[in-house]
């Protein structure tokens, strides 16, 4: 399956010319604004992942006392 993926991923030479066709599309003064948009994106899913992460660890935080108070009683 890996094989499978690394064979469809552009090399060194097609990443140049893939940022060549995105620097014709958009031009020189959309591409920092495309680029801040997306930072802010990648940095709000973080934001989202962490989150989570959080609430799942305090669920388990919450059910393991539970489950020492219920031991001692």
């Known amino acids: 399956m890996e094989n499978l993926l690394l064979m469809f991923m552009p090399s060194g030479s097609e990443w140049?010319?893939?940022?060549?066709?995105?620097?014709?599309?958009f031009g020189g003064k959309k591409i920092p604004e495309l680029m801040k948009g997306l930072g802010k994106g990648v940095k709000s899913f973080k934001d989202g992942v962490n989150e989570a992460k959080n609430?799942?660890?305090?669920?388990?935080?919450?059910?393991?006392?539970k489950d020492t108070k219920a031991k001692d009683n």
């Not at 609430?55 to 006392?65: G, S």
């Open 16 to 25: 140049i010319i893939i940022a060549l066709i995105i620097l014709l599309l």
């Open 55 to 65: 609430e799942i660890n305090d669920a388990t935080k919450e059910l393991e006392d």
